[in-house]
Structure formats: structure tokens, C-alpha cells
């Protein structure tokens, strides 16, 4: 395969041109700042010309950028950027009519399981109070991260009852049964943890992923691309090529 990396420059992307060359795929790599043997990000539509697939971990407005450019050129399409309003997500499903779109919060395979087991505690300990925790690397610029928001979504449509987040908490008040606390910490250089806590009279169930190195993501957006390659077009989550 010839596999293009938008943000080869950044830590991820990094990663993923190094995980598909590993693997024998040939690797175009991108970046607005290209270092090296890199291709500005300006000769995308050039590159995807001859591409079997884009991974992309960029910024959500560069993204839908490319986005586009993989649409007009029928090129699959794997996004592991995070941070996206509704405008950016809508635009990653115009793209995803003309070619396939493979969007995901987080590509390891440990999350992916996580989820699930997340879902059936919830469904079996429905009186349960929930909180959701994330740390990552002092870096990261959107909060709560991607798959955190994956995590509540799951939570949220798992619980039959009303939920509200709760982000953080100061002053003087009691929990109300309804809330889902979600809790953002940043520092150092973690590469991401998540953990979802179940408490009720007496007992408490904690469910943790911790990554300890970013070549988990890019293994995972490889096997992405990979596997979305010769699909027709449509919105792809990862859990279908797992």
C-alpha cells in the first residue's frame, strides 16, 4: 500500500509513518513545517493522486481540509484527530459519501475492549454513581479528550435515566444521583489514561486503560487503513475493522 500522513511532524502522526513503513507499506509523509523527505501539506492532492489511503492526526480545521481532498480524489480516509464541533463532524460525512471515512477517539485496541466492558457494568449496576477520568500529557489542547467523550457517550447510552456531566466540582453541595463527574488532568508527558469509576453502597468497580506508549494509536490507525482499503464509501468506526 501507499499510505499519506498528514502531521507526520507531530508526535502521532510520527509514529504512524513509522508503524506502515514497518510494515513494508511505502509512506508519503505530510506536514505544514515538512522536515526532511517530507511533502508539504500543500501537495496533498498531488500525493493522494497516487495514495491508497490518508491517515491524519492534524487539527480539526486542516482535517476537514483533507477530508476533502480524499473525497474528490476517492482515497480512504482514517482521521485520529480529536476536538471536532458539529460543523467539522458533518463535514467528515459529506466526505465520507464519496469515500470510505474511518474516524475514531482512540485507536488502541485496549480501548476498544474497555468500551465494551464499560457498557455492560453500566447496564448491570444501574443504580451505581459514575465517574469518568482522564489524564494526558501537559500538550494536549482539547478537554475532555476525544475518548473520554466516547466513554460518557457510551455511559449515557447505556443508563435508561437522564444524566447530566458534571465538570469538575468546588463550593459546598451534595452529588446529585443524576450526575456524571468528568475529571481533565494534564501534565508531565502521559501518554493517555481513562478511567471509569462505578460506586454504590459499599463497593466500588474502576475501569482503567492506560497507554504507555503512542505506537499503540499507531499500530491501530494502521490496521485502519489497511482494512478500510477496496471498501465502498461510508462512516466507519474502528470496532468494524478490529
Same mark, same amino acid.
Given at each position: 500500500?501507499?499510505?499519506?500522513?498528514?502531521?507526520?511532524?507531530?508526535?502521532?502522526?510520527?509514529?504512524?509513518?513509522?508503524?506502515?513503513? &514497518?510494515?513494508?507499506?511505502?509512506?508519503?509523509?505530510?506536514?505544514?513545517?515538512?522536515?526532511?523527505?517530507?511533502?508539504?501539506?500543500?501537495?496533498?492532492?498531488?500525493?493522494?493522486?497516487?495514495?491508497?489511503?490518508?491517515?491524519?492526526? *492534524?487539527?480539526?480545521?486542516? *482535517?476537514?481540509?483533507?477530508?476533502?481532498?480524499?473525497?474528490?480524489?476517492?482515497?480512504?480516509?482514517?482521521?485520529?484527530?480529536?476536538?471536532?464541533?458539529?460543523?467539522?463532524?458533518?463535514?467528515?460525512?459529506?466526505?465520507?459519501?464519496?469515500?470510505?471515512? =474511518? &474516524?475514531?477517539?482512540?485507536?488502541? &485496541?485496549?480501548?476498544?475492549?474497555?468500551?465494551? #466492558?464499560?457498557?455492560?457494568?453500566?447496564?448491570?449496576?444501574?443504580?451505581?454513581?459514575?465517574?469518568?477520568?482522564?489524564?494526558?500529557?501537559?500538550? &494536549?489542547?482539547?478537554?475532555?479528550?476525544?475518548?473520554?467523550?466516547?466513554?460518557?457517550?457510551?455511559?449515557?447510552?447505556?443508563?435508561?435515566?437522564? =444524566?447530566?456531566?458534571?465538570?469538575? !466540582?468546588?463550593? *459546598?453541595?451534595?452529588?446529585?444521583?443524576?450526575?456524571?463527574?468528568?475529571?481533565?488532568? !494534564?501534565?508531565?508527558?502521559?501518554?493517555?489514561?481513562?478511567?471509569?469509576?462505578?460506586?454504590?453502597?459499599?463497593?466500588?468497580?474502576?475501569?482503567?486503560? !492506560?497507554?504507555?506508549?503512542?505506537? #499503540?494509536?499507531?499500530?491501530?490507525? #494502521?490496521?485502519?487503513?489497511?482494512?478500510?482499503?477496496?471498501?465502498?464509501?461510508?462512516?466507519?468506526?474502528?470496532?468494524? #475493522?478490529?
Amino acid at each position: 500500500m501507499r499510505v499519506a500522513v498528514a502531521g507526520a511532524t507531530g508526535r502521532t502522526g510520527g509514529e504512524v509513518a513509522r508503524e506502515a513503513a &514497518k510494515r513494508g507499506h511505502e509512506v508519503v509523509s505530510l506536514s505544514r513545517t515538512p522536515e526532511g523527505d517530507q511533502h508539504d501539506i500543500a501537495d496533498l492532492p498531488a500525493v493522494l493522486a497516487e495514495a491508497d489511503a490518508l491517515v491524519d492526526f *492534524t487539527v480539526p480545521e486542516a *482535517t476537514v481540509e483533507h477530508a476533502a481532498a480524499a473525497a474528490d480524489a476517492g482515497v480512504p480516509l482514517v482521521v485520529g484527530t480529536t476536538g471536532f464541533d458539529e460543523d467539522g463532524l458533518a463535514a467528515l460525512r459529506t466526505a465520507a459519501e464519496q469515500t470510505p471515512v =474511518l &474516524k475514531a477517539s482512540n485507536f488502541a &485496541k485496549g480501548v476498544q475492549a474497555l468500551r465494551r #466492558v464499560v457498557r455492560a457494568g453500566v447496564a448491570a449496576l444501574p443504580d451505581y454513581d459514575v465517574e469518568v477520568t482522564e489524564t494526558h500529557h501537559s500538550g &494536549k489542547r482539547d478537554a475532555p479528550s476525544g475518548t473520554a467523550l466516547t466513554l460518557l457517550e457510551d455511559i449515557e447510552e447505556t443508563r435508561s435515566d437522564a =444524566l447530566e456531566r458534571t465538570y469538575g !466540582r468546588e463550593g *459546598t453541595h451534595e452529588r446529585a444521583p443524576e450526575e456524571i463527574g468528568v475529571h481533565v488532568r !494534564r501534565a508531565g508527558t502521559v501518554r493517555g489514561e481513562h478511567e471509569v469509576l462505578l460506586a454504590g453502597d459499599d463497593e466500588v468497580l474502576t475501569l482503567t486503560h !492506560r497507554a504507555e506508549s503512542r505506537r #499503540v494509536f499507531a499500530a491501530g490507525a #494502521v490496521d485502519a487503513a489497511e482494512q478500510l482499503a477496496g471498501r465502498d464509501p461510508g462512516f466507519y468506526d474502528f470496532s468494524e #475493522v478490529l
